[in-house]
């Protein structure tokens, strides 16, 4: 099973280096990378009303967007610092790793937020009531170990639990598993993933699908409230070397964040449209009308985050506060 996704994974890096064409291009082309679940949904909306060209025509340039679709923080990072793509989507854990990575180099900062999510960690496992209940038998899928929004996540719960030097105690335990193949295993049972550290809509598929599944940790009780676990993120060159590229793909995401906040039920279709993914309507309705799911470009409650990986070594660098790591612009000014 595990050989398969690891075969998987390895296409898609290999893929992703050979459309390697240098890190610096013209203005007009723009090369952004997002993952699984509909917690990209305001780029989902900003391809399907081809916002970035509609913002490109205002700046006075015609931009030829090309999507990328992979799977964990790793191979996204790894396709940014190779040069093959210009936005970067994944968590707030890989964005600090590669910040840390790339401090006084290449300078990558975030560039907005893609809303705030509650991620949940799923387990089908009866026994499993806290992560405390976890033990060798158990497997814990997320998309990247140890890099993962949900993998930082975890490390901070386990830290909260048996202190900060245990923070990694969980980590022998998780696997690297992409969020589709995670939740079927999750509904059929009968697999050594007993636990999904997913996102939406996969995380409520699951609970609705397998009588067993049960929420053990939500993200935002880790946290401390709504908080944005998944965010876009580039290079310092790319931004100072094309401005209008830059800015006509900040003002259609914050467009496309108003369009989804007013039009739930469009943006749904939408999602259903530019994934090509089997979601129940219904199901993916509740999951955007959920109070606690904001769709905002501003990024929300990430430095508990950053403190807690700089407190455990997981980054060298110290961020003083958000804007350390996120690039200064008017739509994320709102930040923390």
Do not use: C
């Not at 459309?19 to 990209?40: C, D, P, S, W």
């Amino acid at each position: 099973m595990f050989s398969r996704f690891s075969r998987k994974l390895g296409l898609l890096a290999l893929s992703a280096g050979l459309a390697i064409t240098g890190n610096a291009h013209a203005e007009g082309k723009l090369r952004i990378a997002e993952q699984f679940g509909v917690v990209y949904l305001l780029l989902n909306v900003a391809r399907d009303q081809q916002l970035i060209e509609k913002h490109g025509k205002q700046q006075g340039v015609d931009i030829k967007v090309e999507w990328t679709q992979l799977s964990g923080g790793a191979a996204v990072n790894d396709a940014l610092l190779s040069g093959a793509i210009d936005i970067a989507g994944a968590g707030v854990g890989p964005l600090l790793t590669l910040w840390d990575r790339t401090h006084g180099k290449q300078n990558v900062r975030g560039v907005a937020s893609l809303g705030n999510f509650p991620y949940y960690l799923v387990s089908n496992n009866p026994k499993v009531k806290s992560i405390a209940d976890f033990t060798e038998k158990d497997r814990i899928a997320l998309p990247a170990v140890g890099v993962s929004v949900q993998s930082r996540v975890l490390q901070l719960a386990a830290a909260r639990q048996w202190g900060d030097k245990e923070y990694n105690r969980l980590d022998k335990w998780t696997v690297a598993v992409p969020h589709p193949d995670a939740a079927a295993a999750i509904i059929s049972g009968g697999t050594e993933i007993t636990g999904h550290f997913g996102n939406p809509p996969f995380q409520e598929q699951e609970l609705a699908g397998n009588p067993n599944a049960r929420i053990v940790l939500n993200s935002y009780d880790v946290l401390g409230g709504p908080s944005s676990s998944t965010v876009l993120y580039a290079t310092e060159k790319f931004r100072s070397d094309n401005p209008k590229t830059y800015r006509a793909f900040v003002d259609a995401l914050a467009e496309a964040a108003a369009f989804a906040t007013a039009n739930p039920e469009a943006a749904a279709d939408i999602y259903l449209r530019q994934s090509k993914a089997k979601t129940d309507r219904a199901l993916l309705l509740r999951v955007l009308k959920n109070p606690q799911v904001q769709f905002r470009v501003a990024p929300q409650n990430t430095f508990a985050l950053a403190a807690f990986m700089h407190r455990v070594g997981a980054i060298r660098n110290q961020p003083k506060s958000w804007q350390d790591y996120f690039f200064q612009d008017p739509v994320t000014a709102q930040g923390s």
